[in-house]
């Protein structure tokens, strides 16, 4: 079951972030944000959005960046999580290959063992 995603219009995004309708506007124009939908001809986003202007209000605020400074930080952050997810698939893929590469050499190690009998060998009579 998908959950619902929460879609903000402009008015709400300018209160969950803080951020002016206009700065955001220019930050959509500049390509640091995009819209989730559209509904008419209003823009909707998403709660990555929220997070997106929120990080973009600290680099500009706290560090002082650029725009264009922003841009490449959050491709280099995109990217980022793109190879993370990549990374992720790597190690999945690895472990099941691994486990099953152990579950066939414990097979085989186990039709190698041949049970050996308990009894003893007869006693020779002494004389």
Not at 80 to 102: P, S
């Amino acid at each position: 079951m998908d959950k619902a995603v929460k879609l903000y219009r402009l008015r709400e995004l300018v209160e969950a972030t803080g951020v002016s309708a206009s700065t955001l506007r220019v930050y959509r124009e500049a390509g640091l944000i995009e819209p989730a939908a559209r509904e008419g001809r209003r823009y909707l986003y998403d709660e990555e959005t929220v997070e997106t202007v929120q990080r973009i209000r600290r680099l500009r605020r706290d560090l002082g960046v650029n725009l264009a400074g922003i841009q490449v930080i959050l491709e280099m952050r995109r990217t980022i999580e793109d190879l993370q997810g990549h990374l992720d698939e790597v190690v999945r893929f690895v472990r099941e290959e691994l486990r099953a590469e152990l579950e066939r050499y414990l097979r085989q190690q186990e039709k190698a063992v041949v049970p050996k009998a308990f009894s003893r060998p007869p006693i020779k009579p002494a004389g």
